[in-house]
């Protein structure tokens, strides 16, 4: 009855900060960005409500990230056997409230729908605290930018991200998941590079060959295609850019034009019978420039995807789908 008296007179950030375990960011991320391309998520969100829609978007990559991806099962069942127990708490005793570490296993997770706060039993409670460092095994990238969480796969050999968001749109539509309340977009990223044209084009065109050899992907000839550039940032980034690189072509590729030509280029080179389509791309090719802290003020890098044509929307501009309707998704 005590602790019950106690958990009820918590304040839902202190439930919040007692009970829920996000991530720290990854502070290793900025340098790992720029030694090889990464896949992963990024969310557009409330603003200023980054931390809830961080636990929010890994409580619905968990169901999907953990229990989909067939490699990701296979390495955390030898690591279990392999006694990795200091990155995880194990529960000890169901009834006694109390894990391996000593911590308290009375878990209060916040009801979606009304607000409000439930218990959960140990099991669950253990798995969600620190799904983020077993079965969920992603960085968080700091970002120079409100609204926004990247979320990052540490190793190269990652989940098919465009699979993982097509399934949360099935389950989305199917009503097996509820609507998330603040994240509002969600783009896989297949690979990450540096902003410069020999990169992009390196990237895009063997993200257009995967793509086009994917034997679940119908594609009629010619192969009509669109391409997206986010450029979140860019007023602030042209500013710090240092004056002695203004004529290299991390500037000019910040340019709209300049982008989509290089990278309607790299298509093309790959698909010689394609022609751009902004109506209904059978295939789009979105660019987004990744707001990342701690990173040269020289130095930029993006996220590219081949998204198909489900996942995407043309109006009022080309973007990936929203997770919710309305206006919330209108700020996403």
């Known amino acids: 009855m005590t602790e019950e008296k106690e958990e009820e007179e918590l304040k839902p950030w202190e439930q919040h900060s007692r009970v829920i375990s996000i991530p720290r960011f990854d502070y290793n991320s900025p340098s790992s960005l720029l030694q090889r391309s990464h896949s992963g998520f990024l969310l557009t969100c409330t603003i200023k409500r980054e931390k809830s829609a961080t636990k929010e978007a890994i409580s619905i990559l968990h169901k999907y990230v953990g229990h989909n991806n067939i490699e990701n099962s296979q390495r955390l069942e030898s690591s279990n056997t392999a006694g990795d127990s200091k990155r995880r708490k194990v529960c000890t005793d169901d009834t006694g409230g109390k894990c391996a570490d000593g911590a308290e296993i009375n878990s209060i997770e916040e009801d979606s729908a009304g607000g409000g706060l439930q218990k959960n039993e140990c099991h669950s409670s253990v798995k969600t605290a620190t799904n983020a460092e077993t079965d969920f095994d992603m960085s968080l990238v700091k970002l120079t930018r409100n609204g926004l969480l990247l979320l990052t796969f540490p190793r190269e050999h990652s989940p098919n991200t465009i699979n993982i968001v097509s399934n949360i ?28 044209e020999k990169e992009l084009q390196a990237t895009v065109s063997k993200l257009v060959l995967q793509f086009v050899n994917d034997e679940q992907n119908k594609l009629s000839r010619p192969v009509k295609f669109a391409v997206g550039y986010n450029r979140r940032g860019f007023e602030e980034k042209q500013n710090k850019i240092p004056k002695d690189t203004k004529d290299s072509d991390v500037l000019a590729l910040l340019d709209r034009n300049k982008c989509f030509t290089v990278v309607a280029a790299a298509v093309k080179e790959v698909v010689s019978d394609s022609a751009v389509d902004l109506k209904s791309p059978e295939l789009s090719v979105l660019v987004e420039l990744l707001p990342i802290s701690g990173l040269p003020s020289e130095l930029l890098v993006v996220g590219v995807s081949i998204l198909p044509q489900k996942l995407v929307t043309t109006k009022p501009r080309l973007s990936i789908r929203a997770l919710v309707s309305g206006t919330n998704a209108k700020n996403g």
């Open 169 to 196: 749109f099935q389950s989305l539509g199917s009503g097996s998941l509820k609507s998330p309340v603040w994240c509002h977009r969600i783009f896989p990223i297949q690979a990450t590079c540096v902003l410069k």
